[in-house]
């Protein structure tokens, strides 16, 4: 996971609001580097749609100005199954739930690395079901995603994004409407991922998040009236 470039690279983005780039400005003045073990966090208010810096971040919303890099390359530079590839290396807690129908939770939470990895499928499946059990569930829910229960879906989304150690995270209001204990132990998953080399990206609107003791280090932002506004405040 350890590398000399950065992670990931946003430099002045302006973003629209469609893949096409044209019509309405959703955010601009976007500008920021994430090494390894490096966060971001984004607040962002309660009532407010979530930006789209996570579909930004993996290379499938394209900017209308600025680039945006992964690993030290453009995404729109990158050949599709390099983009694949490279998106297989970013682990993702939606804002929304964003499963493939005709799977079962379990399929849907080790489909990537099978896809995109040579890992043993049974390797795949003990590590899921390590963090499965470490957030409360007996096992990997093999059940179509309609039929899984609310707590059941989260906490599938979270053993989805943190499963073979990604280069990078992004976390979209991932602890929204969380008991205090559940969101706990995310951070600290998170926190463990960070120390292994993993970037992270979170956009939140939670406070326990953005003034937690684990976040002194890391920038924060505000994004206030489609801008991208740098908090004054300096982190130790």
Known sequence: MSTDKPILTWEN?????DDAGRDEVVLEGVHFELGAGETVV???????????LADAAQGLLNPVRGRILFMGQDWR???????????GRIGRVYESHAWISNLDLD???????????RQ???????????????????????VRPAWANRRERRMAQWVRALLGEPDLLLLERPTR???DGECA??????????AKGA?????VSDERVWQNESMRSALHVTVRDGQWVVSPEKHA
């Open 177 to 179: 409407e969380a008991a």
């Open 42 to 52: 984004v607040r962002i208010e309660e009532e407010m749609a979530c930006p789209p």
């Open 185 to 194: 132990a995310w951070m600290e998953a998170v926190e463990e991922a960070r």
């Open 120 to 142: 043993p499928v049974p390797d795949i499946l003990e590590e899921a079901r390590a963090w499965a059990r470490r957030f409360g569930l007996d096992d990997l829910p093999a």
């Open 13 to 17: 983005v302006t973003l629209g609001g």
């Open 107 to 117: 399929e849907n939470i080790t489909l990537g690395r099978r896809h995109h990895t």
């Open 77 to 87: 530079a990158m050949d599709p199954d390099t983009a694949a590839s490279n998106r």
């Open 199 to 203: 970037a992270v990206m979170w956009v």
